[in-house]
């Protein structure tokens, strides 16, 4: 297997947003559905880590449940790792909006940036929740503030597959 050079050499033109209209067309509005979609399966897997941790707190007597105070971060933090970081660069709900996460330069995100852009979108979110959404009004790729800080961008999964 030989290395590759040209692979991490930035590609400018391939997300301009001028150049290439159709790979932001409605990532706004998909990317709040997706999430919708992300929670639902994140809640779904939190209540089975939350039977899991509860008859593991039986076997334990009772150490286990001190897990139940940060399931679901735990919970969410995995998911998009694993899901976000892996081969199709989205997690389900994104898979499921047609939608995937890139980094500035064309790169597939590697799982511990995904959970860096999970970390830093419910801090921001947190701290900042209406002025968080804000920023991708006046983005000109429709970034919201985690991914202009961590340099990545959500695409159209099919206006990426094509020439």
Do not use: C
Not at 6 to 15: C, G, I, L, V
């Amino acid at each position: 297997m030989t290395y590759d050079a040209s692979y991490d050499e930035p590609k400018r033109d391939q997300f301009d947003p001028m150049a290439n209209p159709a790979l932001f067309d409605g990532i706004r509005s998909k990317r709040v559905f997706a999430f919708l979609i992300d929670v639902l399966l994140v809640a779904f897997f939190t209540f089975v880590a939350g039977v899991l941790v509860f008859f593991l707190g039986i076997f334990t007597l009772g150490l286990a449940w001190f897990f139940y105070a940060f399931l679901w971060q735990a919970v969410a933090l995995i998911y998009t790792a694993v899901t976000l970081g892996g081969p199709n660069a989205a997690t389900p709900g994104m898979r499921a909006m047609g939608i995937e996460m890139r980094l500035w330069y064309g790169a597939k995100p590697y799982a511990l940036l995904a959970a860096m852009h999970v970390l830093l979108f419910w801090l921001s979110f947190t701290l900042l929740t209406p002025l968080v959404l804000l920023v991708s009004l006046f983005s000109d790729r429709k970034r919201l503030l985690h991914d202009l800080i961590l340099g990545t961008i959500v695409v159209n999964s099919p206006a990426l597959s094509r020439p």
